[in-house]
């Protein structure tokens, strides 16, 4: 019979896609004195048991569901990670209420953001670009978000956006929605630190920026 804890682990499995062995440690067995070994006991449990898939050609292991569909060996393994890094990194600096990922909004050619997070009672898109885009590339893909937006589809306020990279790109328009850029989370969180600015009050619709 699964426990809650290992119900917990198999629902993150799922929402993440992939997870590495000392993420699950750190989100499900931070209480314990030996977490990893912990851990390690628990996930050979479910494996042996047929409860979860394994890829042991990284270290720390990955770990996914039954009902993921990503191989083993796929080049968004390292994308999936770094969405999985950026989730931890935000519980760190306040209430997140919601954290989806990869959330889809219509059929094909509509903008899918890496993560659609509600925090600190603010919604947020984030994009978590490892991958270097051109500036086209990322032009189409704003303008994919104004589409979005156009469709009505989203409740208001529509969600900031917020593109962590350690590329910077350019942006001139008049956008009716806040688009931020910064190479981590805790990053954007210290800028509006710096500046005494409440999340809640960073909605600025209509403003013409440009980022880089």
């Given at each position: ?150 469709t009505g589809i989203i409740a208001k306020p529509f969600p900031h956006l917020l593109i962590l990279s350690d ?20 990053k954007f969180i210290n800028s509006l630190n710096q500046k005494k600015t409440p999340i809640s009050n960073i ?10």
């Open positions: 019979m699964l426990t809650n804890r290992d119900k917990a682990i198999i629902k993150d499995l799922n929402k993440f896609r992939v997870m590495d062995r000392d993420s699950i440690a750190e989100l499900h067995f931070s209480n314990l004195k030996n977490k990893k070994d912990s851990t390690n006991h628990v996930l050979l449990r479910l494996l042996r048991d047929g409860h979860i898939q394994r890829s042991t050609a990284y270290t720390p292991y990955l770990y996914f569901s039954n009902e993921s569909q990503i191989k083993k060996n796929s080049q968004k393994i390292g994308h999936f990670l770094a969405i999985l890094n950026t989730y931890k990194e935000v519980r760190q600096h306040g209430l997140l209420e919601s954290f989806l990922v990869e959330p889809k909004y219509g059929k094909k050619g509509t903008v899918e953001p890496d993560i659609y997070m509600y925090f600190r009672n603010t919604p947020f898109f984030l994009e978590v670009q490892k991958s270097i885009y051109s500036e086209k590339q990322m032009q189409d893909k704003i303008n994919r978000y104004v589409d979005l937006f156009n590329q910077r790109y350019a942006f001139d328009g008049d956008y009716p929605f806040k688009i931020f850029q910064t190479e981590s989370f805790t909605i600025t619709p209509g403003i013409k920026i440009k980022i880089g």
